[in-house]
């Protein structure tokens, strides 16, 4: 089986910057990504990482280290639009397992 | 839009009764995923297809079926329908099961309400 741990919440200033963290178990790693959901809606993609190291893209940047079963992302320059849940996920041969999610609140 | 298409949108139905969700991925995308969140839970993963065959399953009640038809669209079937299998469905479709970096996008997913 796969555990992925997430923290459920973290609140923070707009344009200040939030890390979300991501430990997880699993067999037959081959890859790790992060989604955003809004409420009731569909996740989206946000990065993916498969090698060790830092993944950047625009605002987002991802990390990933498989000996430590260890990822965050690190949000950036952070905007009221980026109020929403952000979801590890990790793929294990043919399965995409998902964390609970953390609800990241971004106050003015 | 990401490209998945699901259908309905929304259904409502009587405890006992059996729907099917229908999906349609990507277009080339051979792989669908089928995932279940009820509210304020996270995504729970229930099986996956890889051109026409199951290849791995989640926490999938027996009630529940799913299949991948040749032209690579799947439906999920929901049986003897409980008040506690209201959720939001969703499908994901990604090129491939295995490949390195074939992220999955996701439909905007099937809210069923049993009453």
């Known amino acids: 089986g796969q555990n992925i741990d997430q923290p459920t919440e973290m609140t923070a200033t707009e344009g200040a910057i939030v890390q979300i963290n991501c430990t997880y178990q699993?067999?037959?790693?081959?890859?790790l990504f992060w989604y955003q959901q809004h409420a009731g809606e569909a996740p989206t993609f946000l990065s993916y990482?498969?090698?060790?190291g830092l993944e950047e893209k625009g605002r987002f940047s991802s990390f990933l280290s498989r000996s430590k079963g260890y990822s965050y992302l690190l949000l950036k320059e952070l905007q009221m639009k980026d109020s929403a849940s952000y979801l590890c996920?990790?793929?294990?041969?043919?399965?995409?397992?998902f964390g609970a999610g953390t609800t990241v609140t971004v106050r003015a | 839009d990401s490209g998945v298409t699901q259908t309905p949108k929304h259904l409502i139905t009587a405890t006992g009764q059996r729907v099917t969700l229908r999906c349609s991925p990507r277009?080339?995308?051979?792989?669908v995923y089928w995932y279940q969140q009820s509210l304020d839970q996270g995504l729970q993963f229930l099986i996956q297809y890889y051109n026409g065959e199951e290849r791995a399953k989640g926490n999938i009640l027996e009630r529940f079926s799913a299949q991948q038809f040749p032209d690579l669209h799947s439906e999920l079937n929901l049986s003897s329908l409980e008040l506690g299998d209201s959720a939001l469905y969703f499908c994901?479709?990604?090129?491939?099961?295995?490949?390195?970096?074939?992220?999955?996008?996701f439909g905007q997913g099937t809210r069923l309400t049993v009453v």
């Open positions: 699993t067999s037959g790693f081959n890859g």
């Open positions: 994901a479709s990604s090129v491939a099961g295995t490949e390195w970096g074939a992220e999955a996008f």
């Open positions: 990482n498969v090698l060790d």
């Open positions: 277009s080339g995308d051979l792989s």
């Open positions: 996920a990790v793929r294990s041969l043919y399965k995409l397992s």
